[in-house]
């Protein structure tokens, strides 16, 4: 399936992603707005530390056997069964955090004003995500593992 | 093939679920003693405590057995399994109790758990009820127009979440709670004591070392006597004492049990067409390294999956189960997963607090291995320890930060690189193929 990959060699940390995440989650989809927004748009991804100079920037896995889905009481977790994805029906949402329990890279953020759990979309409404866009140097890539592994093998 | 699944909770559907991903021709039948059985059952308080409507609860379409074309036998009750002959017996309670009998080549035994009930004088009397089905919410909430004053006996998830829920309409509530703590299968004393602070600053009303000796009134309930003497005078009495696996069917049958039906690695039962999944199912547990029965939402769905899948020939290997919860009262989130309160001094234990923000947060380590975690009010990272607890990985290098709160997944991606034999689940090789 299509996803985001990070590539940590080329990451640096700056966190132009998760900014970009945020805003394009918020109502307004505009930087100068979105920071007055109550409640303020969550970012589903983030730049983190790994070691001295080295960092990633995670998120949603879309994992196969996506132990969120398996863990959800409510049916709001599931997987699309056509492209792979995990996705997150905010509406049958009712904020018991047993995704948050089992996310193996504590990818979910819960939004606390509504009690409901927030992630990675893979941006439905844009061609490519706008993390993958906003990326500076390129670390984060949008397609399937496969395409992943060929650009790796290329940029090395 | 003909595939029985007997129980249609969280483990039978999600078995139907994983039959049909891999195969579409098998028969499946499924047998359940409730008349309606496609809800959440870990809704059920929430739908008592009005925070979510009906529909909510209902977590898969009504048009979910004839999507997955199954023969749902609904509202019946199976009485007998021939092992020999691989037949079970099932009466219809709509049809008279007119018994009927299925032959199987796979069977699936989700029979769930069933409530503990106080063995105490007056159980039996109107407005006593325990939380398991959607049934005794409905019946709960026919009556709570008469009731000002509740008990809830027991201070378990169930409990509380019972309290909870009671208090959200209105009512006054007291919790009376045998253990010194609250939550004590669940976390430990330090952690108890924060949320049993917070909860009592909402108004709930808890009471521990103290259980009730009798329930009074004439025909409905008047109040609790308690093993101290004294009264509490309520209309309803709600009983949360833990659930004990429903293995009598099994047991009669000759099949392996213990506290639950003992299963292997493959979910198989001691009868080699027979399968066992969801709170009924007594397997390995990861952290405790020995057999045990974790009846919870996520174990039962795990189980139904793979023992479907391996009713079908397949030989998906289970991992084992894992204790794990997830609570929150008025806003205070705990998460707990594994061996949180170790009893033997080969475990050792890393805590840290912040009275500030109330943050209690606890690692349990076996040689370095963590097998057990608690968070409170800082709870979103807690799945990483889950992971670091599956894979048995020795987490010496992050031992001073893995607590802090800027712990994330960054910081373990040295450990998985250096992993012997790397982490079970594929995603983690897509950060380590970057290195």
Known sequence: ?156 | MQIAIIGCSAAGISAIEAIRSKDKKSRITVISDEKRPLYSRCLISYLLAGTIDEKTIWYRPDGFFKQNKVDAVLGAKATKIDTEKKEIFFERVRLGGRVEKLKFDKLLIATGASPKLEKIPGVDKKGVFPLRTIGHTQEIQSMLGRVKKAAVLGGGLIGLRAAYALKNRGKEVSVFVRSPQILSQIIDEGSASMMQKHIEKKGINIVTGRSAKEISGKDSVSGIILDDGSKYDCELVIIGKGVSANIDLAKAAGIKTNWGIVVDEFLRTSDKNIFAAGDVAESFDVALEENSINAIWPVACEQGRLAALNMLGNEERYDGTLAMNSLEFFGLPVISIGITKPKKDIYEEIVRTDAEKNIYKKIVLRNNVIVGAIALNSVDTIGIFGALIKNKVDITPIKDIILEDYFDYGKIVNLIKGAKYGFKEKEFKETIMTL
């Open chain 1, 1 to 156: 399936m299509k996803k985001i990959f990070c590539d940590i060699k080329k990451c640096i940390g700056c966190s132009a992603c998760e900014i970009a995440c945020a805003i394009e989650h918020s109502k307004s989809k505009k930087i100068n707005e979105a920071i007055k927004e109550i409640p303020l748009p969550i970012k589903r991804r983030k730049a983190q530390a790994v070691d001295k100079g080295i960092t990633i920037s995670t998120g949603c896995h879309h994992c196969e056997d996506a132990p969120c889905v398996t863990a959800c009481m409510s049916g709001a977790m599931y997987k699309d069964k056509k492209t792979g994805e995990t996705k997150h029906d905010e509406d049958r949402c009712v904020g018991c955090w047993m995704c948050v329990m089992t996310c193996p890279f504590g990818a979910l953020t819960r939004q606390k004003q509504d009690k409901i759990v927030v992630k990675c979309d893979l941006c439905p409404d844009r061609d490519t995500p706008a993390c993958v866009e906003a990326c500076p140097t390129e670390a984060l890539f949008i397609g399937t593992e496969k395409e992943f592994e060929e650009k790796l093998c290329k940029s090395r």
